[in-house]
Structure formats: structure tokens, C-alpha cells
């Protein structure tokens, strides 16, 4: 019994166990108090109940005490004044939000993680086990100072709390990993605009320390990064993301390792199809509906001509109010103001046709002022009857034929002209055709217009969609 005594001694040093001496002036407390010291006895004899405590796990350890934060400056990067600290990195990405060509830059939403070790976070485990925590002891430890080369703005997302943890192992190796959403720039060709495809990188970079201090490099090379297979753009097709490294030199502070991720962007061409291709397509296939329509309706051809022409100017306004303004021309321009051309000059047809038909008229007017009229044998010097029922606003329009393959038309002008003075002849006639041939241009319209424009589609849609 007094042996059991004096383990109850060992135990519990506030509780002087003493047979002979002891004295409880509380029965109950003393009764609680045996009755715990029994059970840590038992905890330590039988090896059912033996256990190695981990002060990792332990009930009321401060992290700043079992991590001897008080201990070292952290100020200062691990070994400091020697070799550069490896960090490795590797990137999640979770969506990939915005691309925007006016802008010229992109919208990314990623995992941002850092391995590197620190032996002054090193602390003693029984189990090996690592100790987690959130963003509050970030900043009472040394961590890398990265920053986004090129970013136009970024932000660390904290609903509900700071999206930000640190996992510490007892060898001291750290893992840093932090939820960013970051906009960068973009540096975009849009000369084959909208047939493009796009390269786009995101930098990342040491801002304070120099290789000598941190080498930078991905943990586990291409792999280590990951995308989300549900990413999708409206606009364009994910090809490939990969990853490079490279040395950035600045002249006043030296050399930096930078990390970048680089993927490819094809742009999807339905949309502008529908939207701009269709569009001025059928205006230009509306334009030449004009040369099958009959030269003298000018009421007809002439607003179907200025139509087509005010359309393809919208469509061209509209196309370039969603683009940068660039100093080079981008495909779709190419490709908007040919079309532009192709109208234009379905009404600068029109106004030839019309032009030459008036210059048609006229010396068909003034060859029958100098003609003398003979209506018949008893009135010389006045014209035939035959002329007299041909509408003169059709300029004699009968008798078509074919002749070469080209329609012409025909006025023929019966002349009777008495001559009794000059031969002696009465009632002589003399006939003389005049042959008008105003409907070849557009006859040669409706085949060179349409052949050009489906030539330039070949050619272009050859060159670009390559």
C-alpha cells in the first residue's frame, strides 16, 4: 500500500501522499483527485494503455512555441548568406474567365502552390505528422515574395476566410498554397482576325530575391501543371497549356528566375460566320440581282444598289466598334471591304449602263433631226409610217436576235425620201439600221461579278484558314 502511495506521489506533485500524515480536510476532492491518479497509473503500467505523446497533438501548444517562431528571424530567407533556397511551384488552374481583344488581356483563376524548407520550422513528431494552418501565421514566417510579370490586376480570394493554408512537415519542408485570380496581359496578333490563334502566358517571378538568393523552378517540370478538364470558352478552343522557364534580366538589380504558363487559344469562326461572313455575303449576291433587272427602271435599281451599299457600311461599323483599334488590317477586314467594293461597283455599273443608253439616245435623236420626213410620195421630206410606231422611249426596241452570243437590239429606220429634184426618181426609199448594244455590260456583269467574288472566297479562305 505505501508503495501505491508514493507512485500516487510521483504523479501528482500538489498532492503529498503519506499515510500516517496525510490529512484531507475535503473527503469528496480528495476522492475525485485518487480517482484520476488511478487511471494515469494504469495508463502507465499496462501496455495496452501505454501511448508516446505527439506535441503536435497535444492539447493547449501554441503554434509560435512548438514552431520557436521567437527564436529566429524570419525576416530573412532560409540560409541566409548561402546557397539560394530551392522553391519549387506547381499551378492548378481552375478556370480560365475572360479574354478580351480590346483589352488585350486575359483572366485566370488558379492554385498557386510553393514547396521550399525551412530547418528552423523543424519540430519533434512521434508520428511524422505535419501541422496545418491558415493565413494568420503567414505572417510571422518567411515565405516567397512571388508577383505576376505583366498583371494588370490580381487579388487572393477570402470568402469566407482568406483562401490561404500552410502545411508544415517536423523535417521542416513547408507548402505554401494560396487561391489567386489575377488578370495579365496578352500580347495579341490580330492580323488573321477572327481565323487566329493566340499564345498567351502567365509570368510568375521573385520580386526582392535574385538567383543567388531563390532558385525558382516547377516541381515537377510539365506536370506540374494541372487544368480542370471542364474549362470552356465562348469563343475560343483550348489547345494546350504547357510550361517553360527562363532567366529575366533587369540592369539595376540583376537576374531572375521566371516560371510561365503558356497555352493556346484557336478562336471558334461560327459565330463570325453568322454574324459578319453570312451578312455581307448576301449583300453582295443582293447587289448583282440589279443587273437582271431592265435598264430603264431606275426607280428599281438605284435604292436595291444604295441599300446594299448602307448595309455593308454597318456591318463593317459594327465589326470594328468590338475591335482594338490596331494599325494593321485583321483578315476580316480584307475580307468586309472587297465586299464593300463588289457593291459599290454594282452601282457604279448601273450608272454606266444608264450613262451610255442616254449617250445612245441623243445621237439617235439628232440623226432624225437631220433626216428629211417623207411620210409618203405625196408629202416628200416627211418620214415613213414605219418609224411612227415605234415608242421612242424604247429607242426602237424590236427584232432581237442573236449575233455572237451577245443580245442586240435593233432600230431600223425606214426612209422614204423624195429625190425628184436630184434624180428624177419618185417615191425612192432608203432604209439604214442603227445597232444599239447598251445591254452587253450587264450581260458580261452577271458573269464577271459572280466569278471574281467566288475566285477572291477561294483565295482568301485558302490563305487564312490554314
Request: overall charge neutral; charged content about 20%.
Amino acid at each position: 500500500m505505501n508503495i501505491g502511495l508514493c507512485r500516487l506521489k510521483s504523479f501528482a506533485g500538489e498532492l503529498k501522499c503519506d499515510w500516517l500524515h496525510t490529512k484531507c480536510t475535503d473527503a469528496l476532492n480528495f476522492t475525485v483527485q485518487v480517482h484520476k491518479l488511478t487511471l494515469q497509473l494504469l495508463f502507465s503500467i499496462s501496455p495496452i494503455f501505454k501511448r508516446s505523446p505527439d506535441v503536435t497533438k497535444a492539447w493547449g501548444t501554441k503554434s509560435d512555441t512548438l514552431l520557436k517562431l521567437d527564436e529566429h528571424d524570419f525576416t530573412m530567407r532560409p540560409g541566409f548568406g548561402g546557397p539560394a533556397v530551392p522553391v519549387g511551384v506547381d499551378v492548378q488552374v481552375e478556370s480560365l474567365d475572360a479574354i478580351s481583344e480590346v483589352d488585350m488581356d486575359f483572366t485566370m483563376t488558379l492554385y498557386l502552390r510553393h514547396y521550399w524548407k525551412d530547418e528552423r520550422l523543424a519540430f519533434r513528431s512521434n508520428t511524422n505528422h505535419s501541422m496545418t494552418f491558415d493565413g494568420r501565421i503567414v505572417k510571422k514566417i518567411w515565405v516567397p515574395d512571388m508577383f505576376f510579370v505583366h498583371s494588370k490586376k490580381s487579388f487572393t480570394h477570402d470568402t469566407t476566410t482568406d483562401n490561404v493554408m500552410l502545411r508544415v512537415y517536423p523535417d521542416g519542408k513547408v507548402l505554401y498554397s494560396l487561391r489567386v485570380t489575377v488578370t495579365a496581359m496578352c500580347s495579341m496578333d490580330l492580323s488573321h482576325f477572327p481565323l487566329d490563334t493566340q499564345t498567351c502566358s502567365l509570368e510568375i517571378e521573385s520580386y526582392a530575391y535574385t538567383d543567388d538568393d531563390l532558385m525558382l523552378y516547377w516541381k515537377e517540370g510539365n506536370r506540374s501543371l494541372n487544368t480542370d478538364e471542364r474549362i470552356s470558352l465562348s469563343q475560343f478552343l483550348i489547345q494546350e497549356f504547357h510550361t517553360t522557364t527562363r532567366l529575366a534580366f533587369y540592369s539595376s538589380t540583376g537576374w531572375y528566375n521566371r516560371l510561365y504558363i503558356n497555352f493556346t487559344l484557336r478562336r471558334h469562326i461560327f459565330f463570325f460566320l453568322l454574324q459578319t461572313y453570312f451578312p455581307a455575303t448576301l449583300m453582295v449576291m443582293l447587289s448583282w440581282v440589279s443587273f437582271w433587272i431592265d435598264r430603264r427602271a431606275v426607280p428599281a435599281r438605284v435604292p436595291l444598289g444604295i441599300t446594299t451599299v448602307l448595309t455593308m457600311s454597318t456591318i463593317i461599323t459594327g465589326v470594328n466598334a468590338s475591335m482594338p483599334r490596331v494599325s494593321y488590317i485583321k483578315a476580316v477586314d480584307i475580307y468586309l471591304w472587297v465586299s464593300f467594293v463588289f457593291v459599290f461597283l454594282s452601282v457604279i455599273e448601273y450608272a454606266a449602263v444608264n450613262y451610255l443608253s442616254t449617250l445612245q439616245e441623243r445621237k439617235e435623236r439628232k440623226q432624225r433631226e437631220r433626216l428629211p420626213c417623207t411620210c409618203g410620195v405625196d408629202h416628200p421630206g416627211m418620214m415613213s409610217a414605219s418609224y411612227s410606231e415605234v415608242d421612242a422611249n424604247t429607242t426602237g426596241n424590236y427584232g432581237m436576235r442573236e449575233e455572237n452570243g451577245v443580245k442586240r437590239e435593233r432600230m431600223l429606220v425606214q426612209l422614204a425620201m423624195e429625190s425628184d429634184q436630184i434624180t428624177g426618181h419618185v417615191g425612192s426609199t432608203v432604209y439604214s439600221s442603227v445597232w444599239i448594244d447598251t445591254h452587253a455590260i450587264d450581260k458580261y456583269s452577271r458573269v464577271v461579278f459572280p466569278g471574281s467574288y467566288i475566285l477572291f472566297n477561294i483565295i482568301y479562305w485558302s490563305i487564312y484558314s490554314i
